[in-house]
């Protein structure tokens, strides 16, 4: 069995639900899949001693889930006042009108069509609910929408599918482009550098425990792949499948399709710098 402390960014073992730092618990919501790795993780955010909790991705629409998360919130004492989303797919956000309804609080997000309520997010606000302070990160690129929350206190970013606790994420063209995502990724490396960051609470798989570890692999990931494709157009790989086919063959098939969305962002990318 491979030693986790010898993985990128150093994900933690055990259980994925509970307590992950002095003001962060995971609820681990039931949608397991090649592509939500373990399932959603939907985090409650509280400041010790208050009797408010933000939650930051409800998940699915599944209503035991949502139960759940409010029953984990109330049993430690604390009444849920915020709801934020980190981006719109249904796996972090179809459940979060329910649970607003659950709870009665505003849903703040960076899409329009996802808020209840009149205020939304975006770069550089600091959210505060009963002493705990966050502060929004934008980091396009896995989608548009896509926010980081950066939790100072605990030198802890929430990266939602920006980094992910196992594996990589798909920047899910055409909404997600591979400039953003990476100018995205060089912005998370800023949090570790210059802020300490050193906590990444991803939306899917386990707590990372090497912040900087963990985005210094994305990023030669990143730029391993791109050369593939590039270099894969130069052999007469043309079409997005082509590519996916010849550059993925060591990726599980099921996964293909999601994998021909980040070759046509790289595609796209390698075209705007006139490399192919």
């Known amino acids: 069995m491979t030693d986790p402390s010898m993985l990128p960014g ?24 090649a ?16 009797g408010l909790a933000v939650v930051v991705d409800p998940g699915p629409l599944d209503e035991g889930h949502l139960q759940r998360v409010v029953d984990t919130a109330e049993q430690a004492g ?37 808020r209840l309520g009149d205020e939304g997010l975006s770069a550089g606000d600091v959210i505060s609910v009963g002493g705990l302070e966050l502060r929004v990160v934008p980091t396009p690129g896995h989608t548009s929408d ?21 594996g990589t994420t798909l920047v899910a063209h055409p909404d997600g482009r591979l400039g953003d995502y990476l100018d995205s990724l060089r912005r998370l490396r800023s949090l570790t550098v210059d802020d300490g960051v050193h906590t990444v609470l991803p939306g899917h798989g386990p707590v990372l425990d090497d912040a900087q570890g ?22 007469g790989y043309r079409t997005a499948a082509e590519v996916v086919a010849h550059v993925y ?3 599980d098939r099921s996964l293909w399709p999601a994998a021909e969305l980040s070759v046509r962002a790289q595609l796209e990318y390698l075209e705007e710098h006139g490399l192919i």
Request: hydrophobic fraction near 40%.
């Open 78 to 114: 604390k009444r849920v006042a915020l709801t934020l989303l980190t981006h719109g797919h249904p796996d972090h956000a179809e459940g979060a009108a329910r649970f607003a309804e659950l709870t009665g609080t505003r849903v703040r997000a960076l899409d329009p069509a996802l």
């Open 214 to 235: 963990a985005v210094e692999f994305y990023l030669a990931h990143r730029a391993h792949r791109l050369a593939q494709v590039e270099t894969a157009v130069e052999d």
């Open 10 to 33: 150093r994900p933690r073992g055990g259980a994925l639900s509970g307590p992950a730092t002095a003001r962060a618990v995971n609820v681990l919501a039931p949608n397991p899949s």
């Open 146 to 166: 896509s926010l980081s929350f950066h939790l100072p206190a605990d030198r802890a970013v929430l990266t939602g599918d920006t980094v992910l606790g196992r």
């Open 35 to 50: 592509m939500t790795l373990d399932g959603t993780n939907t985090w409650i955010l509280s400041e010790p001693g208050s």
């Open 249 to 251: 063959a060591d990726v």
